[in-house]
């Protein structure tokens, strides 16, 4: 009750935004919302308790990953801000009743907010493609910081200040900034990476690929602890659904 009071007025506002804007498209029919257990509600009902969209994104992603592969699997999601994860079998994604949100520790259950509502079984695995890139005292960190859309990261050419993810994936060439760059402002993603972290021009590269693989690492890592929890063979399993290229590029190296 205390999560769907405090979540209420932010996502009151958004999904009324939402329904007026395809009003005014001339949409007359029924708007409906993906929940966090992967089935759908009027929107009415999703005003009520937005405490049931919580995971409604990675759901829409699992269910629909179950659906194309048709047998058991992983489904790998990543996002602006995090990377997420969860097995299916033929019969779709196991759900859970008992499940945490925000949590200080990531692997660490009850460091969270549970949540009593039918959700996907879903683990945070790792950073998104606008997890910031810092650097302190000579070590990198990946988030948990994370850049908006606008401006977003430094190759989306909007403006964006602060290197990401999709940017390291941009250096690497796994992504092609001028595919994603929409903003029309110049950058120069070597220059960027160069002067923020102090690294040698002919170091770059180097050093994006060590970021790129920390990230794949720690989200193995965590795929890990999930399958042991639950006495899942992960080897061989793994679907990806992601909104960049990078997205596939990270299932495959993770």
């Not at 909007?158 to 900034?177: Q, Y």
Request: proline share 4%; glycine share 12%; net charge negative.
């Amino acid at each position: 009750a205390v999560t769907n009071a405090y979540i209420h007025p932010a996502i009151r506002r958004h999904l009324s935004l939402l329904d007026t804007s395809f009003r005014q498209e001339g949409f007359q029919g029924q708007l409906y919302v993906v929940s966090s257990s992967g089935g759908i509600m009027e929107l009415e009902t999703a005003l009520a308790y937005p405490v049931l969209l919580l995971e409604s994104g990675p759901a829409a992603g699992a269910i629909a990953a179950a659906k194309l592969v048709g047998t058991e699997g992983l489904a790998f999601d990543v996002g602006g801000t995090t990377a997420k994860a969860t097995f299916f079998s033929s019969d779709g994604p196991v759900l859970t009743k008992d499940y945490e949100v925000c949590r200080v520790e990531k692997f660490r259950k009850g460091s969270g907010f549970r949540v009593k509502v039918p959700t996907v079984d879903i683990i945070e695995v790792g950073a998104g493609g606008g997890s910031r890139i810092t650097c302190r005292d000579g070590l990198f960190e990946i988030g948990p910081e994370s850049e908006a859309a606008v401006p977003g990261p430094i190759c989306f050419g909007a403006g964006g200040k602060e290197v990401t993810l999709t940017d390291v994936n941009a250096l690497l060439g796994i992504v092609d900034p001028a595919r994603i760059s929409a903003g029309g402002q110049p950058f120069d993603l070597q220059q960027a990476f160069s002067e923020k972290f102090g690294v040698a021009p002919d170091k770059v590269a180097e050093t994006a690929h060590a970021i790129f693989t920390m990230a794949n690492v720690r989200m193995a890592s965590a795929l890990r602890v999930y399958a042991a929890e639950r006495g899942i063979d992960i080897r061989g399993h793994l679907d990806h659904r992601g909104g960049l290229v990078a997205g596939a590029e990270m299932a495959c190296e993770t």
